[in-house]
């Protein structure tokens, strides 16, 4: 990869490394981390992700210890830069096609229980 | 009168940029189209898809960085910024986080209010990513469904980072004008705020003038700012219930969480939103469908060389070359290239820019916007209004005879001279309203008395006697000579 190291470019990626590993986690965050990711636990399933979790933590905290100074950032694992495509318009789907998945449509648009301003 | 405060703005802009397909798949952006007909598997977050990014998109994204004065960044990612709402169907949005793509620039603007009347308004971060779908509830009829349309999901969309450089209302709707025109003349967006292709969030607080020095109230974040000058009344609105707020709860910076409040434009009054603690956790983590990009100096230069030339070097120019006034020079960029470009052929021909530039902003835009037309539709060509121009301004044709000319021109296609000889316009040589002026003076000595002793309205009976004898004169000389002659008079 390319010299990335030092740049200040990357300085946030830097400071943003996650959440403090540690070697368990809270009930209370598996709670939060299950709603941002709009899961339903039950209290058995929480106990045993607050488990599983600490565990994968615990793992990162042996990657934690090596010496990553002299090391790039991987903003990618593939060496591949610069994929794009021309603007040209393509055919997409037809509308019945689109909607077809949707559990609840009108034939013109998705229908999806009431948005009443920014949630 | 000094306000006890000073206001502090910074603005958070969207503009769709104008490609004709999407940002990671060939699904038109056209505007218009029957909701959920401008969509794809990509679009629509089906699973196994690739999204590719669209070369023009980047290019015009590139384009407004530089013009912006931005850093732009030699590598650059994308990120998958993590949100469950139902216009975004793939439950991201593909954004860009740690390393956007340009940064640390600026845009200058003509501030009334500020020293030296401009000021520099730094931005601190310009990125591409993909605009969401849209939702409609229609509240009224009472629908217990909201509906969905996903033609917008996946437009190319530029984020606009301000650093909170602005210092009143005014200021912010004066940066709002300049930055629209700017990426107008880039030809990056139409940025049409009905049609959704410019969008405006303002982050405000005030600093309260106190004997302790300046107090910082808590930051706000206004939305649903629907034009400009809902912006600036918004704003307005919101500074001064900070203060009101302040002087009641003496609550400062960091003393409350930051809130969210829309704007109600009927109402005239911002409103609390509802926000949930937790919305501003994002997630976000590097998109694996993407790949970088990496931006060479050859590349940067060549855009900065296909910029042309900007609203503000315009109007210096303007200026500079043809001595218009800033508000001339203002007016005339504010209608697009086309306009300036017709005007420039105007005053070069004419000779005059100023006369030219009093020509276009009265008769030429009168009629565009009576007909709603663009310059490419108005009926005289420059070439043949400075015919007409030079005219006036050599002072053969008066200018009232010259809008009657013009007026003419206009619904004949006439030439100026054509147009002059069909109204049956005869010049009248200098010479000739002299001899006019010297006979009615002495034959109406009354008049003259008259106006000797200071009824100066009098000279109009000289005027009417002329416009009888000889209908072709004009009546502003007559009136000038005859004055002039009669003060000549021991
Ligand atoms: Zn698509």
């Known amino acids: ?119 | 009168m000094e306000k006890p405060y000073e206001i502090v703005i910074g603005l958070e802009v969207h503009v769709q940029l104008l490609t004709r397909s999407k940002l990671f798949c060939g699904c038109s952006t056209e505007f218009g189209a029957p909701p959920n007909t401008q969509t794809c598997p990509v679009c629509i977050g089906m699973p196994g898809v690739l999204p590719v990014m669209n070369r023009h998109a980047f290019e015009l994204a590139l384009k407004t960085a530089c013009a912006l004065n931005c850093e732009i960044a030699p590598f650059t990612k994308w990120d998958r910024k993590n949100y469950y709402y139902p216009d975004l169907p793939k439950n991201y949005q593909i954004s860009q986080y740690d390393l956007p793509f340009s940064r640390n620039g600026y845009l200058e603007i003509r501030s009334p209010e500020a020293e030296g009347g401009r000021r520099r308004i730094g931005i601190i971060r310009v990125h591409l990513e993909e605009d969401a779908g849209k939702s409609m509830h229609d509240e009224k009829a009472g629908r217990a469904d909201s509906r969905i349309d996903l033609n917008r999901a996946g437009t190319p969309l530029l984020e606009i980072v301000t650093r909170p450089d602005l210092r009143s209302p005014t200021e912010a709707k004066v940066f709002l004008q300049e930055l629209k025109l700017l990426l107008n003349y880039l030809g990056v967006s139409d940025c049409n705020m009905q049609e959704g292709s410019l969008r405006v969030d303002a982050n405000i607080n005030i600093r309260v003038n106190t004997p302790d020095g300046p107090v910082p109230t808590p930051i706000v974040e206004v939305k649903n700012m629907n034009s400009f000058r809902a912006v600036e009344r918004a704003l307005a609105y919101e500074a001064e219930r900070q203060y009101q707020e302040f002087l009641q709860t003496g609550k400062r910076l960091g003393e409350v969480p930051k809130q969210t409040r829309g704007w109600d434009d009927e109402a005239e009054v911002t409103r609390p939103q509802r926000t949930k603690e937790e919305s501003s956790d994002y997630r976000y983590f590097p998109e694996p469908d993407l790949v970088p990009v990496v931006v060479t100096e050859a590349e940067i230069a060549r855009i900065r060389a296909s910029l042309g030339e900007l609203p503000a070097a315009l109007r210096e120019r303007l200026e500079r070359s043809y001595g218009l006034t800033a508000y001339d020079s203002d007016v005339l960029v504010s209608q697009g290239r086309p306009v300036v470009d017709y005007f420039e052929v105007l005053a070069q021909r004419c000779g005059e820019g100023k006369l030219a530039a009093n020509w276009v902003q009265q008769e030429v835009l009168r009629y565009l916007n009576e007909k709603q037309v663009g310059i490419e539709s108005f009926p005289i060509p420059a070439e043949r209004l400075a015919e007409l121009l030079a005219m006036i301004r050599e002072r053969t044709l008066d200018t009232r005879r010259g809008r009657e000319v013009f007026a003419r021109m206009l619904t004949t296609g006439e030439t100026a001279t054509e147009a002059l000889a069909a109204l049956g316009f005869v010049d009248v040589s200098d010479e000739e309203i002299h001899a006019l002026c010297r006979k009615l003076i002495a034959e109406n000595p009354k008049t003259v008395a008259d106006v000797k002793a200071g009824k100066i309205k009098a000279v109009g009976g000289l005027v009417g006697q002329a416009k009888k004898i000889n209908p072709h004169v004009d009546p502003a000389k007559v009136r000038e000579v005859c004055l002039r002659l009669i003060g000549e008079l021991a």
């Open chain 1, 1 to 119: 990869m390319r010299s990335l190291a030092g740049s200040p470019w990357f300085g946030t990626a830097r400071k943003r490394r996650g959440v403090v590993p540690q070697m368990s986690i809270a009930p209370e965050e598996v709670r939060k981390v299950a709603l941002l990711a709009r899961l339903l636990l039950s209290e058995d399933e929480v106990a045993e992700m607050a488990t599983q979790l600490s565990r994968i933590l615990a793992y990162m905290e042996v990657l934690r210890s090596v010496d990553t100074s002299q090391v790039e950032p991987m903003a990618h694992p593939l060496e591949l830069v610069n994929v794009f495509r021309d603007d040209k318009v393509r055919p997409g789907l037809a509308r019945e096609e689109a909607l077809k998945n949707a559990p609840k449509h009108d034939g013109e648009c998705y229908l999806v229980p009431a948005v009443l301003g920014p949630v």
